[in-house]
């Protein structure tokens, strides 16, 4: 079956896993600029990363036959940093351009601080500023209620942000519904032990529909499945979900939201 | 689904999980010290899973979850503990 990986940090994965992806039936990818499990000493360390999202990774996906896209940013893990944060934000703009660049993500909130909610704001004015599409983290385990709360308000409070441009990553059952509500797009996300579950997700999708919801797998440098979205569309086969409604979350939704950036498309 | 076919593909599995969460209380009640924020409110969520409320999942969530709205004046760390400590 073919599908739309729309959430992996593919710079801390092997090349076999581009390769088990492409035989799974992954025609794209795509790759939020996140935090690396280390903070990076400067701003030199940003301009290297994102040289290696629109250049670099962009040529290994394509040995498999994958197209490669990204979304660039600084993580709301190194937003404590709000000097930083301001050189890395100034840098973002000369690479916009670029044909893989989607948007703006995963931009968002960590630990639900002052700081990193002001990060929050100057990148949703960056988002605006450039009309791009915005991609959002939200926080971990027991911050991402508060997190998800105030995301939506900064989100909602900014009237050039159109919501159906926004998606929101990682929702559970406690989140998804408030996120639809405001219009945005939600993702859940399949990732041992802290988010959702293949059980989990189809559930949410028999509570909520089809309509504005993605997965992804967020596959990164920790425990985590790159073939978590084609194993998830098995889960929901042998629970009687019509090879069509596989076909919208796994493919259809993502593309749908992925091509208002005018640059996305499958290999 | 039916019930009978959602309990012909979950229920060994949720068995499964459900011993393994009973261990997991037995072990850390055989251990010697104290409990902390997280097995308080660790019990609180598993009392609401014999209640006949119908979104379990999301309950047990937000027992976790911290409901307040102010932002923390600083992130002194980047993890999760997995419950909200009062």
Request: overall charge neutral.
């Amino acid at each position: 079956m073919k599908y739309i990986e729309p959430h992996a940090h593919m710079v801390s994965r092997t090349t076999d896993d581009y390769e088990r992806m492409a035989l799974a039936g992954c025609t794209a990818v795509c790759e939020p600029a996140f935090w690396a499990g280390f903070d990076r000493s400067s701003v030199d360390g940003f301009h290297d990363y994102f040289c290696q999202l629109t250049e670099h990774e962009p040529r290994r996906a394509a040995k498999f036959g994958l197209k490669h896209f990204c979304w660039l940013c600084i993580n709301s893990k190194e937003a404590e940093d709000v000097k930083l944060a301001e050189e890395v934000i100034t840098l973002i703009p000369q690479f916009l351009n670029r044909p893989n660049v989607l948007g703006i993500g995963e931009i968002g909130l960590n630990k639900n601080s002052r700081n990193e909610l002001r990060v929050l704001e100057m990148q949703v004015e960056l988002a605006a500023k450039h009309g791009q599409l915005i991609l959002v983290h939200t926080p971990h385990l027991e911050d991402k209620l508060k997190g998800t709360r105030l995301i939506l308000d900064v989100l909602k409070h900014d009237k050039r942000i159109k919501p159906e441009r926004v998606i929101i990553d990682h929702v559970e059952e406690h989140t998804v519904e408030m996120v639809l509500e405001a219009g945005m797009w939600a993702g859940m996300t399949l990732y041992p032990e802290t988010k959702c579950t293949p059980a989990r997700v189809i559930d949410i999708l028999e509570a909520y529909g089809h309509e504005r919801l993605w997965l992804n797998s967020a596959c990164d440098w920790g425990v985590s499945d790159p073939l978590a979205v084609p194993k998830t569309a098995v889960e929901m086969k042998k629970r009687g979900h019509l090879p069509s409604a596989i076909e919208q979350v796994i493919f259809s939704n993502p593309e749908k939201f992925l091509k208002q950036s005018g640059k996305f498309k499958t290999g | 689904m039916t019930k009978q076919q959602v309990l012909d593909l979950y229920f060994l599995d949720a068995r499964h999980k459900l011993i393994e969460l009973a261990a997991f209380l037995d072990r850390v009640e055989r251990a010697d010290g104290k409990d902390d924020f997280r097995l308080k409110v660790f019990r609180v969520a598993l009392e609401g899973l014999t209640s006949n409320k119908k979104q379990k999942a999301r309950d047990v969530l937000l027992a976790f979850s911290d409901p307040t709205m102010e932002p923390v004046a600083k992130a002194t760390t980047k993890g999760a503990a997995g419950a909200f400590q009062k």
